[in-house]
């Protein structure tokens, strides 16, 4: 189903070209001339093995149009290389030079309204313009031809956080664009406009010249979902052609080094979907920066989740993250004692094989001199740079056990994600607006710790047929094709979890007819053995009003509830609505939770949401058989020792691929010390740990490693 390209990673200059890479990226040009002598000793110092370099150079590169200086770059880039520092070189494209708009100012992105965007930022152009694209694969071609050879380069870091800033583009070029992606796609206007029911408020398209872009129509802006959702498809393939683009420049002319550019995969947002781009590079790399409160290393371990999925299960890069506080928030929390180190290995424990930053040195002006950084403001003598160099530490010590390439073990149950789903629950027409793809993926995935499990987050569009349950949380749209093989998964023996709001509409964001949940012309519904006319919607807004509703096994939802009117006379009702509540809302033993063989295998219905505690109430009242459910053989043939009993420990396995040998992670999740004895192997690392005669305490944030021999 996936077509990844070959999975290269980039050596280090390390003699063996090994081991655990360590950095982050680098703004020599940000500086005078004397900081590199000091940025080298003390990357010495911490340990730092590779940086990015070049990621906002290209004013410093080319800095009138046509004119190239690398002599600057190959200065830095060669002492660097001499003290043992790789370097994953940029394409340098991701922030334009001011000279470059003055003479095209066409290049730069228009929003919703029509307003040309202003330069001066990052990815300030519009990835359909011509003219942008052949100055960005110029300076790509004349990167390549000068870096090719040089030892140094290990890798290609193309653009940066593709998307992050020119994400929606409403220019004339996007439009002409967009016409075209839509006949590429649809071939016949007639397909478009039944695809976007356009028979809908007179829109009917009688060409693809008639096709619109999705611009502000006025105060009554309601967006046509269908054509709404092809944007967001169009507008992630033209930024990944844009990012082909220049990777194919330099690798016609440099095609020995690996590429790739640095994700956003992080709970709060779902800017492109990676899915696709993971195809394309040669290794996948991610920005992760935490989330503040009591959710941070939950949602970190789901964020990674996904991006072992990602990457195969193979290795996988953080390109960037915080020793502490980001400075583009409205509030900005530090890091507490331990979590730089335990953030950092944390992304280890979840299959990283690179440990990276935003930034080496901390800027003193610009934008982001309140960002944290390796090296602060306070200079070398802080916390912060002491806390980088023992992490410098670990990480080596982690190389020499021979870390590196092994694969993070999979979970038994993948919870799937997927990118159009998210964007859909995006639209504004939707039953509530609260309703959120990824969020609910998140709770899942924490309702799964909080019972003493773990899953895996997989994408829709991947094969998740290796696993025995599978859970759809919110996967709101449904092909015809998904649900076929959600059903055939069942039938083949696995269990199906289908969340509240999953399989609503189709891939054109057409509804599902005869009762919900309508995707696969009812194939879901029949599946499930429910059927259900009404949604039940709640919130604080409805004054007055009940908003919340218990179930009969003591669970409790808060904003939508499936009015299930009827079940097949094989399903089992798990739990229906009880109570006052219910009964104000006429769903007193309306059915809230089911289950029914399917084929070898189970469905299982939830028709309400459930927040993480109670998702893993039910998960536990589901019985014992998840213990079962969630342990998966090995290839190897070994049965893992998943779940970890003990739900305040993240528990992971790292093996190597003869799987001679293994590497247990333990996260302490709770701020509590907490207790774990008997563990495989020797510890390697037992950061924040107490040692006892039966195992070990791990306090808060602590984490420990064991090696064992298998
Ligand atoms: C208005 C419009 C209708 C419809 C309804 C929906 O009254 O005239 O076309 O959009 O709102 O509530
Ligand atoms: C992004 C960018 C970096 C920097 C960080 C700050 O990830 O790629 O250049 O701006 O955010 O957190």
Request: charged share 20%; net charge negative; aromatic share 10%.
């Amino acid at each position: 189903m996936t077509t990844h390209r070959a999975f290269r990673w980039p050596s280090l200059l390390t003699e063996s070209g090994r081991g655990i890479a360590f950095g982050g990226d680098y703004n020599p040009d940000q500086w005078p001339e004397e900081t590199l002598d000091e940025d080298i000793r003390l990357m010495g110092e911490a340990g730092v093995n590779v940086v990015s370099l070049a990621i906002f150079s290209w004013d410093k590169i080319e800095p009138v149009e046509g004119a190239f200086t690398f002599e600057w770059l190959d200065h830095v880039i060669d002492r660097l290389g001499r003290a043992g520092i790789a370097v994953d070189l940029a394409s340098a494209t991701a922030a334009a030079p001011l000279w470059l708009y003055e003479s095209h100012p066409e290049v730069l992105p228009v929003d919703r309204y029509g307003h040309t965007v202003n330069a001066g930022s990052r990815q300030s152009w519009q990835p359909t313009s011509p003219v942008f694209k052949e100055y960005a694969l110029r300076l790509c071609r004349r990167l390549a031809e000068h870096y090719k050879d040089n030892p140094y380069v290990t890798a290609w870091h193309m653009g940066n956080e593709y998307g992050w800033n020119n994400r929606y583009d409403y220019s004339d070029n996007a439009l002409a664009a967009f016409r075209t992606w839509c006949e590429a796609k649809y071939g016949t206007i007639d397909a478009l406009n039944e695809a976007w029911g356009t028979a809908f408020w007179s829109q009917h398209v009688n060409s693809f010249d008639e096709v619109l872009l999705p611009r502000h129509m006025g105060g009554d802006a309601m967006v046509n979902p269908s054509q709404q959702l092809d944007y967001e498809r169009f507008g992630n393939d033209m930024l990944l052609d844009f990012y082909k683009a220049e990777r194919d420049a330099i690798e016609q002319i440099c095609p020995d080094k690996p590429f790739t550019t640095n994700f956003m995969v992080s709970t709060d947002q779902c800017v492109m979907n990676y899915a696709k781009w993971a195809d394309e590079v040669d290794f996948v790399s991610n920005d992760h920066y935490f989330h503040e409160g009591e959710s941070h290393l939950d949602e970190l371990a789901c964020s990674d989740a996904l991006m072992d999925s990602l990457a195969l299960g193979k290795p996988w890069y953080v390109m960037e993250h915080s020793t502490s506080a980001v400075q583009w928030k409205p509030l900005n929390t530090r890091k507490r004692a331990g979590e730089l180190m335990r953030d950092s290995l944390a992304h280890v424990a979840m299959g990283a094989d690179a440990i990276c930053f935003f930034q080496w040195r901390q800027s003193k002006s610009g934008a982001e001199a309140f960002h944290s950084a390796m090296l602060p403001h306070a200079g070398a003598d802080s916390k912060v740079f002491r806390g980088v160099c023992e992490l410098g530490k670990a990480l080596k010590t982690l190389s020499d056990a021979g870390l590196q390439g092994t694969e993070l073990e999979r979970a038994g149950t993948a919870i799937l994600f997927s990118a159009e789903s998210e964007w859909a629950t995006r639209s504004e027409t939707l039953p509530s607006m609260k309703l959120n793809h990824w969020h609910d993926v998140r709770d899942w995935y924490r309702g799964f710790l909080d019972a003493g499990l773990r899953a895996d987050v997989v994408p829709l569009a991947y094969d998740w047929t290796g696993y025995k349950t599978i859970v759809l949380p919110t996967v709101l749209s449904l092909s015809d094709e998904d649900v076929l093989r959600i059903a055939d998964f069942a039938k083949a023996g696995g269990t199906v979890i289908v969340g509240y709001a999953a399989g609503l509409i189709d891939e054109h964001f057409h509804i599902g007819l005869g009762g919900y949940p309508g995707a696969g012309n009812g194939l879901l519904r029949d599946m499930l053995g429910i059927r259900s006319e009404e949604f039940n919607i709640l919130g604080e807004e409805a004054e007055g009003e009940p908003s919340e509703i218990s179930l009969s096994n003591g669970l409790t939802t808060r904003l939508w509830q499936n009015d299930v009117t009827s079940v097949a006379a094989d399903t089992t009702v798990l739990a229906s609505y009880a109570g006052e509540s219910a009964a104000d809302w006429e769903l007193e033993r309306t059915p809230a939770i089911t289950s029914r063989p399917y084929g070898n295998g189970t469905a299982i219905y939830v028709g309400c949401d459930l927040n993480r505690h109670d998702i893993a109430q039910l998960l536990k009242a589901l019985g014992s058989r998840w213990q079962e459910l969630s342990a998966q053989p090995t290839e190897s043939g070994q049965t893992p020792t998943y779940p970890t009993t003990d739900p305040r420990i993240l528990h992971t396995i790292r093996r190597s691929a003869d799987g001679s040998t293994r590497f247990d992670f333990y996260l302490n999740r709770s701020n509590q010390p907490v207790a774990v004895n008997g563990i495989e192997g020797e510890p390697i690392i037992a950061y924040r740990c107490e040692a006892d005669t039966t195992g070990y305490t791990l306090n808060r944030n602590a984490i420990l490693i064991a090696k064992a021999s298998c």
